[in-house]
């Protein structure tokens, strides 16, 4: 079965940070690409930021870059998500997704998500 859960949500303050875990299992994972996605309250789902588990490749949003981190541990099935200096924009349901057709911003793309954690940032 496969299965992504997301962990590391909660309330932080603006400016501050958190780290958002992705932990993977069923499907072989250096064969997929993993995204994070945000949505919040009335707006779609948007990208922030994706890893080709297989080279390391990276990419993120405009909204986010300098700010968040991605990383991969492949060893443990695991991706991660560092958020610095959060604002409250920052604010949404946090999603990873696992993608068979290499790293996307397109939603369409990715057919495996996690239930999501929420990232609520505070002014």
């Known amino acids: 079965e496969v299965q992504l859960v997301e962990s590391g949500g909660g309330l932080v303050q603006a400016g501050g940070s958190l780290r958002l875990s992705c932990a993977a299992s069923?499907?072989?994972?250096?064969?997929?690409?993993i995204g994070w996605f945000r949505q919040a309250p009335g707006k779609e789902r948007e990208g922030v930021s994706c890893i080709s588990s297989g080279d390391g490749s990276t990419y993120y949003a405009d909204s986010v870059k300098g700010r968040f981190t991605i990383s991969s541990d492949n060893a443990k099935n695991t991706v991660y998500l560092q958020m610095n200096s959060l604002k409250p924009e920052d604010t949404a349901v946090y999603y990873c997704?696992?993608?068979?057709?290499?790293?996307?911003?397109?939603?369409?793309?990715?057919?495996?998500w996690g239930q999501g954690t929420q990232v609520t940032v505070s002014s």
């Open positions: 997704a696992a993608s068979r057709y290499g790293t996307s911003w397109y939603l369409s793309l990715y057919g495996y």
């Open positions: 069923g499907f072989t994972f250096d064969d997929y690409a």
